[in-house]
């Protein structure tokens, strides 16, 4: 499957990689809406809907893709916090659909917006979240004694969480030296505070995308979000730290200005 997106993501005009991602689109609003306590007939729906909402965007959105992402960022700095926090279930159908939609449209752009600003860049980024991903469940199988939010997530632990932060660190200076080596950052020095602490916020919002996901889950008595891909549950389930992560990161990579106005 990873040499399938690769190959998708250098190779793939923009149109195509466009169709290619609405793949997890539809699967995603499926499963979110099947969680949601959703009929398979009124998920199917929600599916077709959701790419019907895509297609708007893609083709008449242009100007407001800033906007979404403003949204979106909103709804995982503010709002997905305070639903942990409060434990909220929200189980009314309005209110679910449109949630899915913050969680998954605006991720389904910023795979196009990231992938034509720069491939490269896009796969770094989602690399920050895998190897979160990979170090915080290694680590936290070693290490792991203290839970890190038990009523959401039981098997995520702060070791884990801690040995991923590290390791994503890690990975920040070894690309960063890498692009010195290649003449590709003039000012290494100068790069590596702003890097880092992008990396973490990055990293921050995986963390918050798993657990929102797990939340849901939890909501709906379900252990996946699906079975998708046999041994690793649903499509929601590999693409939930996603979700929070590259939204937030289109926002603050391709519309800077826009985002400084808002906080100002």
Not at 30 to 43: D, M, N, Q
Not at 136 to 153: N, P
Not at 225 to 242: C, E, K, Q, V, Y
Request: some cysteine; charged content about 10%.
């Amino acid at each position: 499957m990873l040499a399938g997106f690769l190959a998708c993501l250098f190779l793939l005009p923009q149109s195509w990689w466009a169709l290619v991602m609405a793949v997890p689109l539809i699967f995603g609003a499926r499963e979110w809406a099947r969680l949601s306590g959703f009929s398979a007939f009124t998920a199917n729906g929600y599916a077709l809907s959701s790419v019907a909402m895509a297609v708007l965007i893609y083709g008449w959105g242009g100007p407001y893709h800033a906007q979404i992402y403003l949204a979106a960022t909103a709804f995982w700095l503010a709002v997905a916090p305070l639903w942990l926090a409060f434990g909220w279930r929200l189980q009314q159908p309005l209110l679910r659909v449109l949630s899915g939609w913050l969680v998954l449209l605006p991720l389904w752009l910023a795979l196009l917006d990231l992938r034509a600003y720069s491939a490269l860049g896009l796969l770094l980024l989602m690399g920050v979240v895998w190897i979160a991903d990979s170090a915080a469940y290694f680590t936290g199988k070693r290490f792991g004694r203290h839970k890190l939010a038990a009523q959401i997530s039981p098997g995520k632990t702060w070791e884990g969480a801690v040995g991923a932060w590290l390791a994503v660190t890690v990975y920040t200076l070894i690309v960063l030296g890498v692009a010195a080596a290649w003449g590709r950052v003039q000012s290494p020095a100068g790069w590596l505070l702003p890097s880092v602490l992008f990396v973490w916020l990055v990293f921050y919002l995986s963390v918050l995308g798993d657990l929102f996901e797990s939340w849901i889950k939890r909501l709906a008595g379900a252990k996946d979000s699906g079975n998708l891909l046999p041994g690793h549950g649903g499509m929601l389930d590999r693409i939930d730290a996603l979700t929070s992560a590259l939204p937030v990161s289109a926002l603050m990579l391709l519309h800077g200005q826009l985002l400084t106005r808002a906080l100002l």
